[in-house]
């Protein structure tokens, strides 16, 4: 299975980016898609994940601003980003879990940049 993330890409404050991650490949029933973002020398942190019955968890930073969704007949997760903002600039990688809970997939991460 491989993920393939797109949509990022250089914004100014306060504007808008939607991301996508699609999963390619045979894949067992995907169970929780979500998004983390990496900064260089900090952890990575969740942003946004949706369980495959709709439930959703939100980095307290972007609720408010970022919507979560995704596409299970298209294995795929969505990522609306609203108002954004400098310290949201950072790699955005989509993660896949299996309904089983023992398989975990990344994809390769896009870069979103933020100006003020």
């Known amino acids: 299975v491989q993920l393939q993330a797109s949509g990022g890409g250089l914004v100014q404050a306060g504007g808008s980016l939607r991301l996508s991650c699609v999963a390619f490949g045979s894949s067992p029933t995907i169970g929780v898609m979500g998004w983390y973002r990496q900064v260089p020398g900090k952890q990575r942190e969740l942003v946004a994940s949706?369980?495959?019955?709709?439930?959703?968890t939100y980095h307290g930073s972007v609720m408010g601003r970022f919507t979560v969704s995704r596409d299970n007949a298209k294995n795929t997760v969505y990522l609306e980003m609203n108002n954004l903002k400098p310290q949201d600039t950072a790699v955005y990688l989509c993660?896949?879990?299996?309904?089983?809970?023992?398989?975990?997939?990344w994809g390769q991460g896009t870069q979103v940049t933020v100006s003020s």
């Open positions: 993660n896949m879990r299996s309904l089983l809970g023992n398989s975990d997939y």
């Open positions: 949706i369980e495959r019955g709709g439930t959703k």
